[in-house]
């Protein structure tokens, strides 16, 4: 999971919560066409285009405006932008197993979940070579980084697949750099590349790649 810095309101957002009246009250099921879009789009762009909770890359056609607060449960959050992020599933193949957004769905504890709000989320989680995500040892972090990892089904085989996929493109690279040349790579993963995107799954690489070739954990 990687630290997502909000950014300020969009305009779009902004414009459609003053359009309010006497009369009528505009709620997130109003949010529609090119306002709802550009909202989308903004998300998408402020997260360098990767889920905010798996890290798997991520578009407008594959993936949705996830509320971190589930609006069901806080209606007040709905259409407050420092709730909103954009989460992968769309939409599901046949029998795909769902996780992130799709699987969080109404739960929200604070004091159990791990958002990618928080500055220090990648610190809760540990990850293998073969893509496994595992809880951190912390104690005081342990909880949380169970239980979302649970609730939100980070674990599941198919993201285990995509992340060790991951890791093994950048391996073989690394094998043969020198150690400065890997500390480059590591600050290039953690950097949005030339169309504003991250390298997908780039918190597992790094962890990887840090513990595994300069022997950090």
């Known amino acids: 999971m990687k630290y997502i810095k909000k950014r300020d309101e969009p305009e ?20 529609r066409g090119t306002e709802k879009t550009n909202i989308h789009q903004n998300l998408l762009q402020e997260q360098g285009y990767i889920c905010c909770y798996c890290g798997m890359g991520i578009d407008t056609g594959n993936s949705h405006i996830e509320h971190l607060k589930p609006r069901s449960v806080f209606p007040e959050e709905e259409l407050n932008y420092n709730n909103l992020l954009a ?9 795909e197993p769902v996780h992130c957004g799709v699987k969080k769905a109404d739960w929200y504890d604070e004091n159990l979940i791990v958002s990618p709000l928080e500055s220090d989320c990648s610190d809760f989680f540990l990850y293998t070579g073969s893509g496994e995500i595992l809880p951190t040892n912390v104690l005081d972090k342990k909880e949380a980084a169970v239980t979302t990892i649970d609730k939100l089904g980070l674990d599941i085989d198919k993201l285990n697949a995509m992340r060790r996929q991951a890791i093994n493109g950048i391996l073989e690279a690394v094998e043969n750099l020198e150690e400065s040349e890997i ?33 950090e954990k």
């Open 87 to 95: 989460s992968c599933q769309r939409e599901r193949e046949k029998n």
């Open 183 to 215: 500390k480059q790579l590591i600050d290039g993963l953690n950097k949005l590349d030339y169309q504003g995107k991250y390298t997908p799954f780039c918190v597992a690489i790094t962890y990887i790649i840090k513990k595994y070739f300069i022997g």
């Open 12 to 31: 779009d957002l902004a414009n459609f919560k003053a359009s309010a009246n006497e009369d009528w009250k505009p709620t997130y099921n109003d949010l």
